[in-house]
């Protein structure tokens, strides 16, 4: 005598093995930002102890020392490096991207370094970072 099992089997596919990625389940993990990036990063910069203390201050110091010192100097230059760190420290804080470049593209970066320059310079030509 034969005996034949009957049981139907459920063929579970990707799931089973751990293989299946979400976006094959049509799940959009892309997630909308409905704030403007620019100004929050800077509000966050500006408000974060630690990034204002080993950043922000530092940098916004020396243009004004060097303002003060009558010599010549490229605020971009100098502030480049810290809207990177800051757009970094930002991303990695509220954790909106595994790579910053994801979000902030280069037109976010370019207003956020002039944002940075018009308002700093107005304070540093009125006497502030003294």
């Given amino acids: 005598m034969i005996i034949q099992d009957l049981d139907i089997k459920l063929d579970t596919g990707h799931v089973e093995r751990g293989n299946m990625r979400l976006d094959e389940l049509g799940i ?3 997630k909308d930002i409905d704030f403007d990036l620019v100004d929050d990063a800077l509000v966050f910069m500006r408000n974060n102890p630690m990034f204002y203390r080993k950043d922000y201050y530092p940098t ?3 243009m004004a020392d060097m303002h003060r010192g009558g010599s010549s100097f490229d605020p971009d230059s100098i502030l480049s490096p810290m809207v990177t760190r800051g757009i970094n420290s930002y991303c990695k804080e509220y954790k909106l991207a595994n790579m910053p470049d994801d979000i902030f593209h280069e037109d976010h970066r370019r207003r956020l370094l002039n944002k940075i320059r018009e308002e700093e310079l107005k304070q540093i030509e009125k006497g502030d970072y003294t």
């Fill in 28 to 30: 959009n993990l892309k």
């Fill in 60 to 62: 916004v110091a020396k």
